[in-house]
């Protein structure tokens, strides 16, 4: 006799989409027109129509909120394997190129002013958009080191600045769009950095 048991919900709120949208869309918002040191928790919520702990709760800081709702912006990279080092490569350095198109002029500015000085800030979008981004080309790099494409040893941190690095200056310093022809001119220089820096 084969007895089925069916789970009980677990005791506490559910996490509303819906709510998580207005927070975030509402931060986005705010950030425009007043700028990240003119922000507050108190504003975001007036502005969204949610309570203080429904807030609170998600978000305890404001620069985990302002990283988070910067962080909607942009469509998550997700873990990548397609059986070789080039092609991965192609993937993630693509991904990156189209998620830092997404650029809301009205924020650019000021959120990287507030990057350079303020470092709790810095720290909460790193976790946000580096740390993800590094521990899907850290998967990459062993994959390939143990396809024997390259060696094991090389810092994954290290290969970020070349595979994100010129996309960076490109949009950032030189102030010019990263179009695919840009990004496949990426890939190759990744490559061949990477391959020198750790031969298989």
Same mark, same amino acid.
């Given at each position: 006799m084969t007895i089925e048991v069916t789970e009980r919900a677990r005791p506490g709120r559910q996490r509303s989409e819906a709510a998580d949208q207005a927070i975030l869309g509402a931060t986005l918002d705010v $950030? =425009?027109?007043?700028?990240?040191?003119?922000l507050t928790m108190a504003s975001v919520i007036g502005k969204s129509g949610v309570s203080s702990a429904t807030l609170y709760r998600r978000w305890p800081t404001k620069q985990q909120l302002v990283a988070a709702a910067l962080a909607s912006l942009h469509p998550e990279i997700v873990p990548i394997d397609s059986g070789s080092l080039e092609s991965d490569l192609s993937e993630l350095v693509h991904a990156i190129a189209d998620?830092?198109?997404?650029?809301?002029?009205? $924020?650019?500015?000021?959120?990287a002013v507030e990057l350079r000085r303020n470092p709790e800030f810095r720290a909460a979008v790193n976790e946000k958009f580096i740390v993800p981004r590094l521990q899907v080309l850290e998967h990459i790099l062993d994959n390939a080191g143990s396809r024997g494409e390259i060696g094991t040893d090389l810092d994954p941190r290290v290969a970020m600045s070349f595979v994100s690095g010129p996309m960076h200056h490109r949009l950032y310093v030189l102030g010019e769009t990263v179009d695919q022809k840009f990004a496949d001119s990426?890939?190759? =220089? =990744? $490559?061949a950095?990477?391959?020198? $820096?750790?031969?298989?």
């Open positions: $950030l =425009a027109a007043v700028g990240y040191g003119s998620s830092m198109s997404v650029r809301r002029e009205d $924020l650019a500015d000021d959120v990426v890939v190759i =220089a =990744a $490559l950095a990477i391959r020198a $820096l750790s031969p298989g």
